[in-house]
Structure formats: structure tokens, C-alpha cells
């Protein structure tokens, strides 16, 4: 049972302009959200998080968007640069329990 | 650097035989993770310890086993090991166990043979 999904395997964006990842989600108990940043060789990075009780949260080039009636996440990167290339995950917890992780979609940001 | 550091970097076995792969949390972290990642999966979390008690356990076979000891630093045991465990296995840490933001280390890399 795949509670949190990225249908996306793969996006590929123009350097400069707005990379957008998606990730869906089925357990309406899900409270927090993040996203983390994987490069090949290295463990996934903490990037933005986001609490149930809000619908956006900013942190420079990155903005995550809630749609809790959608159980719907999204990731915004603008602009996208080349160094943003690299494996993206949402993860989802409720209380105390367990991170659940999305399969992961790859970034390609072309020069 | 997150701060969490992962001893083998790789290591390459046989079926059927044992290893141990270390994890070193950050400094002042409690509690730990482990997840595996096999080919074109995501993150499959394994089992979560805090503070050296058990604190949550996710999809990790019996023939697996993992402790974290007093310095906190922890230990993934794998045992029997069959084709099918070959993955990369990650360590996170995070200050209290309400795994809210996790730092992750680099990975050990399993290949069984």
C-alpha cells in the first residue's frame, strides 16, 4: 500500500525556469510533510517541510503548496538551476509515527 | 555534511553470511533510523531507536536486527543474507524521536553475491 506516491519518475526543466514536483497522498491522518534532496553517492538532505495547519511555506527558491482537500503536495523550485538536479522525495508522518517516503522523482535541470 | 557518519562505505558478501553496518548519529541527536533503498525504490524505513530503547519498527525482516548503544551510536545487523538485500542502507538521526527532520548519512552500500 503506496500511501505516499510521486507518479512522476523523471521531470526534466530549463535552467531558469520553475521546476514543479508533485507527490499524492492517501492517509488523511498525515500531519507533516517534507521534501528532501538526494545526489547520487549521498544520503537524501532535508529541504522544506510543511505542517498540516498550513497550505505554503517559503524558504527562498523553494516553495512548498498543501492542498489538503486534494491530498495533494507540491515542491516549486524557481528558478531552477543546475545544481537542483538530483532526486527529489516527499515524506509523510501523523503524530509520532514512522516517515513514510515516495518512490522519488529525478530532476534534470538543462543548461 | 549532515553530520551523520556511516561505516562501510561499501561492502560486498556472499549469500548467506552476516555484516554489521554502523551508524554515528550528530552530535546531540537521540534517536536513530534505518532505511533501506533497493534499485528504483524509495526510502523503505526499517527500524527507529531512541535513545537506546526500540521506538518504532517498519518493514524489517526477522532476519535482520538492529540496537543502539549507550554512546548512541547504532548497529544494523543483517544475517542470512540473500540477493534480494543487496540496497543502500541509510542512517538518519534526529534530536528527539518525533522524527519531525531527519539528517541522513551517506549510505552503506550492500552488494550480495
Known amino acids: 500500500d503506496q500511501q505516499v506516491k510521486q507518479n512522476s519518475p523523471s521531470l526534466s526543466v530549463q535552467e531558469g525556469r520553475i521546476s514543479i514536483l508533485n507527490c499524492d497522498y492517501t492517509?488523511?491522518?498525515?500531519?507533516?510533510f517534507l521534501w528532501y534532496k538526494k545526489y547520487p553517492a549521498e544520503g537524501p538532505t532535508f529541504l522544506i517541510s510543511i505542517s498540516s495547519i498550513k497550505d505554503k511555506n517559503e524558504d527562498g527558491r523553494f516553495t512548498v503548496f498543501l492542498n489538503k482537500s486534494a491530498k495533494h503536495l507540491s515542491l516549486h523550485i524557481v528558478p531552477s538551476q543546475p545544481g537542483d538536479s538530483a532526486v527529489y522525495f516527499c515524506a509523510a508522518k501523523w503524530g509520532a509515527q514512522k516517515l513514510v517516503f515516495g518512490q522519488g522523482t529525478r530532476l534534470t535541470i538543462n543548461p | 555534511d549532515s553530520g551523520v557518519t556511516q561505516t562501510p562505505k561499501h561492502l560486498i558478501t556472499a549469500t548467506g553470511q552476516r555484516v554489521t553496518l554502523r551508524c554515528s548519529p550528530r552530535s546531540g541527536d537521540l534517536s536513530v533510523y534505518w532505511y533501506q533503498q533497493s534499485l528504483d525504490q524509495g526510502l523503505q524505513f526499517l527500524i527507529q531507536y531512541y535513545n537506546g530503547e526500540e521506538r518504532a519498527k517498519g518493514n524489517i525482516l526477522e532476519r535482520f536486527s538492529a540496537q543502539q548503544f549507550p554512546d548512541l551510536h547504532s548497529e544494523l545487523n543483517l544475517s542470512s543474507l540473500e540477493l534480494g538485500d543487496s540496497a543502500l542502507y541509510f542512517c538518519?538521526?534526529?534530536?528527539?524521536?518525533?522524527?519531525?527532520?531527519?539528517?541522513f548519512g551517506p549510505g552503506t552500500r550492500l552488494l550480495v553475491l
Open positions: 492517509n488523511s491522518m498525515f500531519d507533516y
Open positions: 538518519a538521526s534526529s534530536v528527539e524521536g518525533s522524527q519531525e527532520t531527519q539528517y
